[in-house]
């Protein structure tokens, strides 16, 4: 018996945010259906955009056998989002023994971005009977979606959220970022705003907490510089990287500002090696290229990943020891890169996260590396990618059982594919 290592959902709309649950439901880890659940979001332009839960039908499916002619997922509830949503993310895996002054212990929180930061409280009654779900289940299901807050900030021009990053040490900590050049620091459970800056000198479109803090987070957004904040002291901030401005454009003589930087490529998103947060991975819209930084030698890349030909839409890091990149974009190909032999190299000054921003390193030439270990080409264009927690290997009822592991999910217009990695 084979166990699968691709499943399918076709959503009823195009799909762009995605994520996968970072923990099994509530009361039910013994349940291996429950570690296999994500959150997706359409994209349509217009006011009717839904968010959904989808899950396995059937752990059957886990094991090729009788069981190909169902779907593998399907919705276990939605809702009404209004504006597309930029981002969906799960509660963090510490979320659930946080100390939440208004969750039901059995629920579980989501969160979007999209001309609001939005937190949802979803719930699931009691384990399902193991054939409860054939096709799509009725509405309900004892699955619930429910808005519980929607946070849009003191600005009165509403302007639109492009991401956010929910804080792994305290999830009660939501950073956002805004086209309006800021960046907003939330306490989601008390729905206050804790602080906001500006944060750059165009638009914000991508944002992550340091693994590990509280305090410091760091921003990329259309002026080609990525920046580092501290709440602890935020008169300034420290500029880890800048876009190499474009040779012979005269500047641009409409600008606000007779200093202002001629326009440079945007960098699009950031995410931390979750193993080792001084590097960090990014690109720039339109970019092949993925630019690795190194904390300790801010300026320029350490490490460029190039194998892709056409724009890079997405990336993410996995949450095993030794971390995989995965990479995404328009040429229709899912990459996974192994960086770790290049960043063993490298660290040999380990900077721990309460060390500061900027502990030296010796200036080391870049890197272009080449091979990713592995590669799949979708149908179209990968917009977004997901990556699972490790799923451990689990007994079927069926007498089956499959191998632990992780597995990524990746979003091309309303397909869904999930790779066992």
Known sequence: MTQTTL???????????????????????????????????????????RIAVVGLQDERVLVEDDYTDYADFVTLVDAHHGYPATSLQWQPAGAMSFNWSQKAATSELLATTGDALRVWEYS??????????????????????????????????????????????????????????????????????????????????????????????????????????????????????????????PPPTSSPSSTARPHTSPLLRIA?????????????????????????????PVMELKAHRGPVNSLGWSSTENPLLATAGDDCQLLLWDLNAFTQIAAQSPRSTSAGLSSPRPDAKKRIVTDPVMAYTGQSEIVNLAWSPQIAG????????????????????????????
Not at 10 to 29: M, R, T
Not at 167 to 181: A, F, G, R, Y
């Open 272 to 300: 931390f090696n979750p193993a080792d947060s001084n590097y960090m991975s990014t690109f720039h819209q339109d970019g092949q290229e993925i630019q690795i930084l190194d904390m300790r030698s801010p300026g320029q």
């Open 7 to 49: 499943l399918q959902y076709e959503a009823p709309w195009p799909v762009y945010a995605l994520d996968w649950c970072k923990h099994s439901a509530p009361g039910q880890q013994l349940r291996p259906r429950s570690a296999f659940r994500l959150g997706i979001a359409s994209i349509t332009e217009d006011y009717r955009n």
């Open 124 to 249: 699931s009654d009691a384990p399902h009977t193991m054939s409860s779900f054939v096709g799509r289940p009725s509405s309900g299901g004892g699955h619930r979606l429910s808005l519980r807050a929607a946070l849009s900030g003191n600005n009165s021009t509403g302007a639109p959220l492009t991401n956010f990053s929910w804080n792994e040490k305290s999830p009660s900590l939501v950073v956002t970022s805004s086209i309006d050049t800021t960046c907003t620091v939330w306490n989601i459970d008390t729905s206050t705003a804790i602080t906001q800056l500006i944060a750059h000198d165009r638009e914000v479109y991508d944002v992550a907490w340091l693994p590990g803090s509280t305090d410091i987070f760091v921003s990329v957004g259309a002026d080609g510089s990525l920046r580092a904040f501290d709440l602890r002291s935020l008169e300034h901030s420290t500029i880890l990287y800048e876009t190499p401005a474009p040779k012979n454009v």
């Open 394 to 421: 689990m007994a079927l009822p069926t007498g089956h059982s499959t191998a632990p592991g992780e597995w990524i999910a990746i979003a091309m217009g309303k397909s869904i594919k999930a790779l066992k990695v």
